[in-house]
């Protein structure tokens, strides 16, 4: 086995098997987060469930599992092979002076066999342990409160259908701590206090709060807030949390119920009240009935992350107000009407107005991560809308449909914001380039039109 760079340890990262394409930009996030640096060379296949991280210390390793909700473990790599004979063979290659303080007569152990995609007899587990006798541990075995855990690791592939005779690969390594996967179940949507017909998976939410690199005593917005799932998924990390939302039924409760079975929202059902449910209360500044386009802060204010989903016009209408001047000629000797009235926001002018906004008023190394509808059979990266002052970090695919997709898009201001740059990203040049979002709906609707006469059309053969 390699030895890695001068201070680092290498360190084996077991993750889910799912929301695959989020997993390297959360784990390069919190890498930095916890001010490592993520090695731009990964000894592993990125489909794989098991990474190779070289990491400064355990503490860094630590630090990135008290966020990850794409990981499940990390254990400290002491061998590796593609046979059981070459994981020996690493094995004792190992320095022994890194072994002493975990194998030694005041400690208890306890060895575990971990496979991949595919399930062993207890005699075959039973095995393997007796295999590492060669290993130096001094102390007793302890299978309820051991002192140490280690993991003998098995990796028989991804396919199911196709399991090889053999493991592909073999690990073992010291467990040092588990991910925040159980933050999947207790902050599940099902069981939230007041939901939207958009309320955010729990998970993704998580994940959108990670990829932000959302910290302790961070202030975060959410510029189209609906019922506050990102906020409560900030504000679990420590962060001070506000929004916005155009909807005055939603920001206060009010109107028709999104559960079944329930026909309208209780006089409790708010965003606050779904950030006392976890005891996040206190992290709780406002949510304000603001119209995204215009925005209300004053010269100066600041964001550490700007973490949303803008509507797509799908679930959730895309609107902003605006005055009876704006939205039709005014004849000649006639009163004007500044009576506010809602008007279409098209998806272009969102994106648009949410980066210039981010440009605006993030602090320089601050984050926005939002998510972008795709028309697959248009898509190219020509499309991402781009702004001076924010460098793209990550861009995620989701898909929704055979023709339709979402992107979770990560930005890093690096430059203030100038008054140039004001105007700068509206190019016609780029801008056209991205209007096209601007008929996702029609595009969307058009689809699922087509599925379900093909699927009538099947039927009735």
Known sequence: MAVPGAGLTRYLL????ENLAFRLPEIKSLISLNGGQFSSQ???NLNSPFWILNLRSEEMARGLMKRTVCAKSIFELWGRGKSVEELHSSLKKYPVENMESYLHSKCTYKIKVHTFNKTLTQQEKIERIDSLAFLPFKGKVNLKKPDHVFWFVEDYGTDPNNIPKQPLHLYFGRWIANGQRDLIESYSVKRRHFIGNTSMDACLAFIMANHGRVKTNDIVFDPFVGTGGLLIAAAHFGAYVCGTDIDYSTVHGLGKASRKNQKWRGPDEN????????????????????????????NGMQFDAIITDPP?????ATRRTGSQKEMTKVTEGSTENHISISSNYHLSDILFDLLKF???YLVIGGRLVYWLPVYKPEYTEEILPQHPCL????????????HTSRHLITMEKVKEFEDEDRSSNILESQYLSYKSHNSFREKYFSGVTKRIAKEEKDNQK
Not at 14 to 17: G, N, P, R, V
Not at 273 to 298: C, F, H, M, T
Not at 391 to 402: A, Y
Request: with cysteine; charged share 25%; hydrophobic share 40%.
């Open 14 to 17: 077991l993750l889910a098997q």
């Open 42 to 44: 990964l000894e592993s």
């Open 271 to 298: 965003i606050r009240a779904n950030l006392r449910q976890y005891g996040l209360e206190n992290y709780y500044l406002d949510v304000l009935v603001s119209d995204a386009s215009k925005p209300i802060w004053r």
């Open 312 to 316: 797509y016009g799908i679930r959730e």
């Open 358 to 360: 981010a440009a605006e």
């Open 391 to 402: 460098k793209l970090i990550s861009n995620c695919e989701q898909t929704l449909s055979s």
